[in-house]
């Protein structure tokens, strides 16, 4: 049987529309529209995986992840477990909170792959390192058995350089849709060295 990793990004959030920080304080959650796209992604996931239930859902500890684990993890009948390494930036404690045009005060000149965007923030790489860790242990501990992860758009971004291993600068952006499944999948030992080839079977797959 193949590992498969399915990936959903959360539906839409408060913090989205109204243009702050959402980090662990100030995210609100979902909007209305963002619960009802958690609850069709549930909805397809219970169809599509009933006869290949689910050995675990995984999910970041931001609230509106939590909330979209939380729909998903009731239709597929199992517990949604928390992992605070599949969650997006690590804001530091000032940055929570503040509007998009407040946090660029804070910027960091040459920011970008191995140093952070804004004063006291996290690096691309130091997200891309602990979430394919985390991503590659999920793997390994569900070898031969679905497992779904509900994150964030980088999440859904990070697989792309634990999975599909390309470099931390990418000639290409991603655009990740709320309640979308991205699904990645291998036939070989998750953390086999070399690493297995993993194939992307779907991507951006949205309801509504």
């Known amino acids: 049987m193949p590992t498969r990793l399915l990936f959903v990004r959360h539906g839409e959030s408060v913090h989205s529309v109204e243009g702050f920080v959402g980090g662990?304080?100030?995210?609100?959650?979902?909007?209305?529209?963002?619960?009802?796209?958690?609850?069709?992604?549930?909805?397809?996931?219970?169809?599509?995986?009933?006869?290949?239930?689910p050995a675990a859902v995984y999910s970041s500890t931001l609230r509106r992840a939590t909330e979209t684990a939380a729909a998903i993890a009731a239709a597929l009948g199992v517990r949604s477990e928390p992992d605070c390494r599949l969650c997006t930036w690590h804001v530091p404690d000032y940055a929570d909170g503040l509007t998009h045009a407040e946090l660029r005060a804070?910027?960091?000149?040459?920011?970008?792959?191995?140093?952070?965007?804004?004063r006291d923030g996290e690096t691309w790489a130091e997200l891309v390192v602990r979430g394919s860790r985390a991503v590659l242990d999920i793997a390994e501990r569900h070898e031969g058995a679905t497992a779904v992860i509900i994150g964030h758009s980088e999440t859904v971004e990070m697989s792309f350089h634990a999975l599909g291993l390309l470099p931390l600068y990418r000639s290409f952006d991603l655009a990740v849709a709320p309640g979308s499944v991205t699904e990645w999948r291998t036939d070989g030992a998750p953390t086999a060295w070399p690493p297995p080839r993993w194939t992307l079977t779907r991507f951006n797959h949205a309801g509504v």
Do not use: M
């Not at 959650?29 to 599509?48: D, I, M, Y």
């Open 24 to 53: 662990p304080r100030a995210c609100r959650g979902l909007t209305e529209r963002g619960r009802e796209q958690a609850r069709a992604v549930a909805r397809r996931l219970a169809s599509e995986l009933d006869l290949t239930p």
């Open 106 to 118: 804070h910027g960091v000149a040459g920011g970008g792959v191995f140093r952070p965007f804004e």
